[in-house]
C-alpha cells in the first residue's frame, strides 16, 4: 500500500515537472504564406527581421513584407532596359543580412552579391569587383565589413574603402573553399566550411585557425564531445562568446575551451540533418532541421512541425531525462523542412521548403501546457 502511495506521487511528481518544462517552453500560434499570399516562391532559403519589415529570400525573388503586403524583387530582364531600378543579382537569394547601423540590406545569391539600400540595388560579381565567385551561401556585416561565404572562399568587403580581401587555402587553413556559413562580431568571425569544418578569424590579431573533426570520420560520428562533431559544416553562429555549429550529421557547441556535441539519439534533435543554428546566447539556440524547427534552453528541448505520419501540428518537449511528451497544439509551420529563422522580439520567422512561416509567441499557462502523451524512453522515438 505504502508503496503504492510513493509510486503514485512520484508519478504526479514526473508530470507536474513536465508540465512545468512544458509551461516555459515557448508556444506559438503560426501564420503560414504561401505564392498565394504573395510571396515569391514557397521554396525559402531565408528570412530576415527589420523592425516591421520582413525579407524572405526565396528560389525565385526576394521578397518584402511590409504593411501587410509584398513587393518581389528580381533580376531585371533584358526585355526591360532602360529600367530605373536595377533588379538584384539573381533570382535565387540564399542568404540575407542587415547592416543595422544604415538599415542596408545584403543579399547572397546564385549570381552574386546584391546591396538594398534606400531602394537602390548595387550588384557585385565576379567581374565587376574582387567577390571570390558569383555563388554567395552567407553573408555577415561586421561595422564597416560585408563578410561573405561563397563557392570559392571567403570574401569581404570594406564598405567605406571599397576594398576587397579574398580568403581561400591560398592564406588560410582551408583545405576546402566550398564556404557556406559565416558569423561575424566585434572578437572573432566564423565559417561553416563545407566538407572542411570550422575557421576562425582573430579580429585583433588577424589569424586564421581551423576546427576539424577529431576521428576524421566522414560518415560516422566516432568520438562525441572530443571536438567538432563533423567536417560537413552547414552552419555558424557566434554570441556571447560561444560558437554554435550546424552540420549534417549533429550539432556543436564551443565555449572557447570544451565542446559539447549534439544528436539525435541523446538529445532534443528531430533530425541529425541540420541546415541552420541560431544561438540566442551560451545556452539557448535554434536549430532547422529537415524533419522540423527544434529549441534548446540550456537543458530541455521543444520541437515544432506538421507530425511526420499525419502532417498534423504537433510539439513536442524533451526533459533533462530524455522523458518526451507531445503538447496540445493547434497550428506548425509550414513544413517539417526548415531552412532558417530569424526573431521578431518573442515572435520567430520560419523559412522552410514549402512556405515562409510567421510563430506568434503565445502567453504560456500550466492549462495550456497538457501534456497528452505517453512517456518515451531517452534515446527512444
Known amino acids: 500500500m505504502k508503496f503504492r502511495i510513493w509510486f503514485a506521487a512520484l508519478a504526479l511528481f514526473v508530470v507536474a515537472s513536465l508540465a512545468a518544462i512544458a509551461q516555459d517552453m515557448p508556444r506559438f500560434l503560426w501564420k503560414n504564406f504561401t505564392v498565394a499570399d504573395g510571396l515569391p516562391d514557397n521554396h525559402v532559403f531565408c528570412v530576415l527581421v527589420d ?3 520582413i525579407w524572405a529570400g526565396t528560389e525565385n525573388g526576394l521578397g518584402l513584407y511590409e504593411n501587410g503586403e509584398w513587393k518581389i524583387l528580381r533580376p531585371v530582364g533584358p526585355e526591360q532596359p532602360g529600367s530605373e531600378q536595377q533588379g538584384i ?26 546591396h538594398v539600400s534606400a531602394g537602390r540595388i548595387d550588384n557585385f560579381t565576379q567581374l565587376n569587383s574582387g567577390l571570390s565567385n558569383n555563388i554567395v551561401y552567407g553573408v555577415g556585416v561586421q561595422g564597416d565589413f560585408v563578410w561573405t561565404a561563397t563557392a570559392a572562399g571567403a570574401s569581404r568587403l570594406n564598405t567605406r574603402t571599397g576594398q576587397w580581401s579574398l580568403f581561400n587555402n591560398r592564406n588560410t587553413p582551408m583545405y576546402e573553399i566550398w564556404t557556406y556559413s559565416v558569423s561575424p562580431a566585434a572578437d572573432k568571425v566564423y565559417y561553416a566550411v563545407w566538407g572542411g569544418g570550422v575557421l576562425e578569424y582573430d579580429q585583433q590579431t588577424e589569424h586564421w585557425k581551423d576546427y576539424n573533426d577529431p576521428d576524421g570520420e566522414n560518415e560516422m560520428v566516432v568520438m562525441k564531445d572530443q571536438g567538432l562533431i563533423h567536417e560537413i559544416t552547414t552552419s555558424v553562429s557566434y554570441v556571447d562568446k560561444i560558437l554554435w555549429v550546424a552540420t549534417y550529421f549533429g550539432a556543436s557547441r564551443y565555449d572557447g575551451r570544451y565542446w559539447h556535441n549534439f544528436l539525435q539519439k541523446d538529445s532534443g534533435l528531430p533530425s541529425n540533418f541540420l541546415n541552420q ?14 524533419q522540423g524547427l527544434a529549441y534548446y534552453d540550456g537543458t530541455n528541448w521543444a520541437v515544432y512541425r506538421p507530425a511526420l505520419d499525419t502532417h498534423k501540428p504537433e510539439m513536442l518537449v524533451r526533459d533533462a531525462s530524455g522523458v518526451v511528451k507531445t503538447i496540445s497544439v493547434q497550428s506548425a509551420p509550414a ?20 512556405g515562409l512561416s510567421h510563430g506568434i509567441r503565445q502567453k504560456n499557462s500550466v492549462a495550456m501546457a497538457k501534456v497528452i502523451s505517453r512517456e518515451t524512453p531517452k534515446g527512444k522515438k
Open 51 to 53: 523592425g516591421n519589415r
Open 89 to 114: 543579382a539573381h533570382q535565387a537569394v540564399l542568404a540575407l543580412a542587415l547592416d543595422k547601423r544604415t538599415g542596408d540590406v545584403w543579399a547572397g545569391t546564385m549570381g552574386g552579391l546584391s
Open 277 to 290: 543554428v541560431k544561438g540566442i546566447d551560451g545556452t539557448h539556440a535554434w536549430f532547422s532541421t529537415d
Open 335 to 354: 513544413h517539417n523542412y526548415i531552412l532558417g529563422v530569424d526573431f521578431q522580439g518573442d515572435d520567430i520567422w520560419v523559412a522552410t521548403a514549402k
